[in-house]
């Protein structure tokens, strides 16, 4: 493949990056501070289509190839990853309808969400499961006509405001995949607060009591729920931390250039310190790398390639390790001022360790991605 972007993937780039410079980075911090995002900016970013990037025109999506999805996430990780969340999760929402659902559920919701109408969240996280997701406790039984759901699940972000939940259940001992619609009777919301990091994502505990699902809310069917619906959304969602990941490494290392290109210690400027240089380089250079796997990774889910679930998964992996070091290299030059909320730096530092957490974390990727390794080299 080609690692240069061509004129399309360029001017989306170009057209992202003004967006995200004039109503996002300047008003990051507030965002984290007040731990949530403004309305009037979600309605904007809806206006831009931003939210149907992958869906199709039928729907009012703007069909973009994986690559510009991922410069998507990444100039958005850039200007916050709060922000940068909400593609994570509407887009693997929006993606298991699209692909799973029937014809009449993606005319009920596609559209909507492609213009930001409606905000989807994804529901696999429970009090007691997280990577281990096939262990999940929430439980859909068949009444009659109707199914009836209960359980709770946890850490869901943007669940404070979502309309629709894709939620992962199990049914008789098989997962399930269904839509819960926010104004349904026996859905309660439980706000979560002062987070580490992605402070403004707005999550959520989510708690089912008897809530009634309609048939014509199933995605999939039972035994597709989380081998198939879950799985391939979590591409989705992996492919946009990824990028995300790559986002806040690319700000680490600006805003590390700029400061040691101002600070003084000793008269002379830290950025002429060896030590530093050489920070510097090891910063840029793993940077590249998580972005040129993003890259490949996207390459290959445009090309439905049998590889690309793994590649996703090591572009997760590294970008998610990588950002960790970055954002610590780039708080030590930083020194006492990267403590300070006056400099971005320690927003960055806490947003880059949820990146090793969310949609599976880095120790268990990297157990799958050393079997898958193992294997290989076994045959």
Not at 166 to 187: F, M, S
Request: aromatic share 8%; charged share 25%; proline share 3%.
């Amino acid at each position: 493949m080609n690692f240069n972007l061509n004129e399309k993937q360029q001017n989306t780039k170009i057209e992202i990056k003004n967006f995200v410079k004039k109503h996002v980075i300047p008003y990051a911090g507030e965002f984290d501070r007040k731990q949530e995002i403004p309305r009037s900016l979600i309605k904007r970013i809806g206006q831009q289509k931003f939210l149907g990037a992958i869906l199709p025109p039928k729907y009012g999506g703007l069909n973009w190839d994986m690559i510009r999805f991922g410069i998507l996430n990444e100039e958005f990780g850039k200007g916050c990853s709060s922000v940068r969340s909400l593609f994570t999760v509407h887009g693997m929402c929006s993606y298991a309808i699209l692909r799973w659902g029937t014809e009449e559920q993606r005319d009920r919701w596609l559209s909507k969400l492609a213009e930001g109408k409606l905000i989807g969240a994804f529901a696999l996280s429970e009090p007691d499961v997280g990577s281990d997701a096939k262990s999940i406790k929430t439980k859909l039984i068949l009444d009659d006509e109707t199914y009836i759901l209960n359980g709770s699940k946890k850490w869901i972000t943007f669940g404070q405001i979502a309309d629709i939940l894709l939620v992962i259940a199990q049914i008789e001992g098989q997962p399930i995949a269904l839509i819960a619609e926010k104004n349904q009777e026996g859905i309660s919301i439980e706000p979560i607060t002062d987070l580490l990091g992605t402070r403004a994502a707005m999550l959520s505990n989510i708690h089912f009591k008897n809530c009634k699902i309609p048939k014509t809310n199933i995605i999939g069917g039972p035994g597709f729920g989380f081998s198939a619906v879950a799985l391939s959304a979590l591409d989705i969602g992996r492919y946009s931390v990824a990028a995300g990941s790559v986002g806040i490494a690319q700000a680490c290392l600006e805003a590390s250039v700029m400061y040691a290109n101002q600070r003084k210690q000793f008269e002379v400027l830290i950025s002429e310190n060896q030590l530093i240089r050489k920070i510097l380089a090891d910063m840029d250079t793993n940077t590249k790398a998580a972005r040129f796997l993003y890259y490949y990774a996207g390459f290959l889910l445009d090309n439905n390639s049998d590889k690309a679930t793994e590649e996703v998964m090591r572009a997760k992996y590294f970008a998610g390790k990588k950002v960790n070091d970055i954002a610590r290299h780039a708080l030590q030059i930083h020194g006492g001022n990267g403590c300070s909320k006056e400099y971005p730096i320690e927003r960055y530092f806490r947003d880059a360790k949820i990146m090793e957490i969310i949609e599976g974390t880095n120790q268990m990727l990297q157990v799958v991605l050393g079997k898958k390794t193992s294997d290989f080299l076994r045959n």
